[in-house]
């Protein structure tokens, strides 16, 4: 079974700082895609940023990019130029590449990062 | 862009009372899942369903909970007997594909049982 760890609790960064999130995960499969979600004080999950394991190019959007170490098993979440609405829970995610797979597509979650943005 | 909508957003209910979260997927989608989120802890996986039967189940999904798709549109989680401890952020979430991207999460029904 995939397991996925996020060392960081919480997290702090000043505005306008960058900051960068850890994510360690273990699985036995080489295909598999990678999640960042944001969860503000709402709760609704938001997806951040995603990566597909068989692309070693890492993913970008806008101020959001990872770090992905496919070897390391490793997929660290880096935001430059914080903002105060950055400020949530973030969770990384893990989900299996095999369509029909017996894991049918669910997602593996990290324990969660809280963010703080100080002004 | 589609919506996976729930409703309610927010359910109180009495310890011991049946209580169903109701959820919409997109459309077009063919799996669908169940999460739960205890506050402050992480998401974790309760149920998946795939072609009109439940593909996968957590430890967490035992005989209290079941899943049904009543009419081809409507996604429904229902707790017979709720305790306490089912108190919880309840998320409904739809797939195309079960590998891939394409993984729509709505924005959930938080349940509160006294």
């Known amino acids: 079974a995939q397991t996925v760890t996020q060392s960081q609790p919480e997290m702090s960064v000043q505005e306008a700082e960058t900051v960068t999130l850890s994510c360690t995960y273990d699985?036995?499969?080489?295909?598999?895609?990678l999640f960042w979600y944001k969860q503000p004080p709402s709760r609704q999950m938001i997806l951040v940023i995603r990566q597909e394991a068989y692309k070693q190019q890492n993913a970008t959007e806008n101020r959001f990019s990872v770090n992905f170490q496919k070897a390391a098993k490793s997929f660290s979440l880096k935001i430059s130029d914080s903002q105060l609405g950055d400020a949530a829970m973030y969770f990384c995610?893990?989900?299996?590449?095999?369509?029909?797979?017996?894991?049918?597509?669910?997602?593996?979650f990290g324990q969660g990062t809280i963010l703080t943005v100080h002004p | 862009e589609p919506e996976v909508t729930q409703t309610p957003s927010h359910q109180v209910t009495q310890m011991g009372q049946e209580v169903i979260l109701r959820c919409v997927p997109i459309?077009?989608?063919?799996?669908f899942y169940w999460y739960r989120q205890i506050l402050g802890q992480k998401v974790e996986f309760l149920v998946s369903?795939?072609?009109?039967?439940?593909?996968?189940k957590s430890e967490i999904f035992d005989d209290q909970f079941s899943v049904e798709r009543p009419d081809g549109s409507n996604f429904t989680l229902k707790i017979r007997s709720t305790k306490l401890e089912d108190s919880a952020m309840y998320f409904c979430?739809?797939?195309?594909?079960?590998?891939?991207?394409?993984?729509?999460f709505g924005s959930g029904t938080r349940l509160t049982v006294v």
């Open positions: 995610a893990y989900r299996s590449a095999k369509a029909g797979g017996t894991s049918y597509g669910k997602l593996t």
């Open positions: 699985t036995s499969e080489s295909d598999y895609y």
């Open positions: 459309s077009n989608h063919l799996y």
């Open positions: 979430a739809s797939s195309l594909v079960s590998g891939g991207f394409g993984y729509t």
């Open positions: 369903f795939y072609n009109n039967e439940i593909s996968e």
